[in-house]
T-cell receptor, first 118, second 116 residues
Framework: AQKVTQAQTEISVVEKEDVTLDCVYETRDTTYYLFWYKQPPSGELVFLIRRNSFDEQNEISGRYSWNFQKSTSSFNFTITASQVVDSAVYFCALSEGVITGGGNKLTFGTGTQLKVEL | DAGVIQSPRHEVTEMGQEVTLRCKPISGHNSLFWYRQTMMRGLELLIYFNNNVPIDDSGMPEDRFSAKMPNASFSTLKIQPSEPRDSAVYFC??????????????FGDGTRLSIL
């Protein structure tokens, strides 16, 4: 069975601080995909990044960066120089395997509420 | 391009009534997912379809819940009879064909359901 753990329930930082959101996953599959989604106060779920199990390269997109380490089954997300607009709930999710032609379900972590204050 | 469209955005109804939630996936997407979000259980998958065929409905709570996808551009999630514990935000998501691995799911804005 697959499982995603986000141990940090809530994090509060002051604007311009760096913050790292932790994600630890469990799966028996050798092929899997990891995702991060953002849920702002307005409630929609916004896709941020996808990473497959064969690609351990870290990725940077503007102020966002992701650190994938298979050895520790972690896929952490760092926001550099945080801003008030980053305040949201962030979800890490796991999707196992590849179903030819069709998608596969996401297993979500419980989310981390990030509050960025002035 | 239009995203995933869900209706209604909000629904308030009395216990025992039938509730129907609707979803229009992104054009060209062949997978459709229904999720439910509550404070107690977080985000959980209810059911998903590939090419209009239900693949996994193990998350459907009980027989009161049913879902259909009659064509590639429309799906419904029905609760009959509704109960207060069904109160939640229901999300529909769709994803494109998996030409290169599992693709990101794109979510609708959700339906906030309140059963009194």
């Amino acid at each position: 069975a697959q499982k995603v753990t986000q141990a940090q329930t809530e994090i509060s930082v002051v604007e311009k601080e760096d913050v790292t959101l932790d994600c630890v996953y469990e799966t028996r599959d050798t092929t899997y995909y990891l995702f991060w989604y953002k849920q702002p106060p307005s409630g929609e779920l916004v896709f941020l990044i996808r990473r497959n199990s064969f690609d351990e390269q870290n990725e940077i997109s503007g102020r966002y960066s992701w650190n994938f380490q298979k050895s520790t089954s972690s896929f952490n997300f760092t926001i550099t120089a945080s801003q008030v607009v980053d305040s949201a709930v962030y979800f890490c999710a796991l999707s196992e395997g590849v179903i030819t032609g069709g998608g596969n379900k996401l297993t979500f972590g419980t989310g981390t509420q990030l509050k960025v204050e002035l | 391009d239009a995203g995933v469209i869900q209706s209604p955005r909000h629904e308030v109804t009395e216990m025992g009534q039938e509730v129907t939630l609707r979803c229009k996936p992104i054009s060209g997407h062949n997978s459709l997912f229904w999720y439910r979000q509550t404070m107690m259980r977080g985000l959980e998958l209810l059911i998903y379809f590939n090419n209009n065929v239900p693949i996994d409905d193990s998350g459907m709570p009980e027989d009161r819940f049913s879902a259909k996808m009659p064509n590639a551009s429309f799906s419904t999630l029905k609760i009959q009879p509704s109960e207060p514990r069904d109160s939640a935000v229901y999300f529909c998501a769709s994803s494109p064909p998996t030409l290169r691995g599992n693709q990101p799911q794109h979510f609708g804005d959700g339906t906030r359901l309140s059963i009194l």
